[in-house]
Nanobody, 127 residues
Framework: QVQLVESGGDSVQTGGSLSLSCAVSGRILNDHCLAWFRQAPGKGREGVATTPGAYGVTSYVRSVKDRFTISLDHDKKLLYLQMSSLKPEDTGIYYC????????????????????WGQGTQVTVSS
């Protein structure tokens, strides 16, 4: 079982950029799916981006496409979320999450059930 610890949250102005990191302890397996979720004040948790441990493609929620990039560094065991052109509606607590697919050939999806979660890191975008 992996453990996840996020960092990098901050307060930025509209149009700014920010990079989040998630340190992964434990072995990242080919069948892992790793993702970033966020929760805005007073709202439910929303999937932002997901990437496979290996074999597959990344996917994003429509509202962040072309602005956010998810990446995984296997050597450093870090999951990143690079965010640009930030908007006030991007404000929230950002969580990294993981689960193991039943097969590494299955696609990762933001609607899958992720069962390992970090503690979250706050991102605030002011206008």
């Amino acid at each position: 079982q992996v453990q996840l610890v996020e960092s990098g949250g901050d307060s930025v102005q509209t149009g700014g950029s920010l990079s989040l990191s998630c340190a992964v302890s434990g072995r990242i397996l080919n069948d892992h799916c790793l993702a970033w979720f966020r929760q805005a004040p007073g709202k439910g948790r929303e999937g932002v981006a997901t990437t496979p441990g290996a074999y597959g493609v990344t996917s994003y929620v429509r509202s962040v496409k072309d602005r956010f990039t998810i990446s995984l560094d296997h050597d450093k065991k870090l999951l990143y979320l690079q965010m640009s052109s930030l908007k006030p509606e991007d404000t929230g607590i950002y969580y990294c999450a993981a689960y193991r697919r039943s097969s590494m050939y299955f696609a990762c999806s933001l609607t899958d059930v992720y069962d390992v979660w970090g503690q979250g890191t706050q991102v605030t975008v002011s206008s």
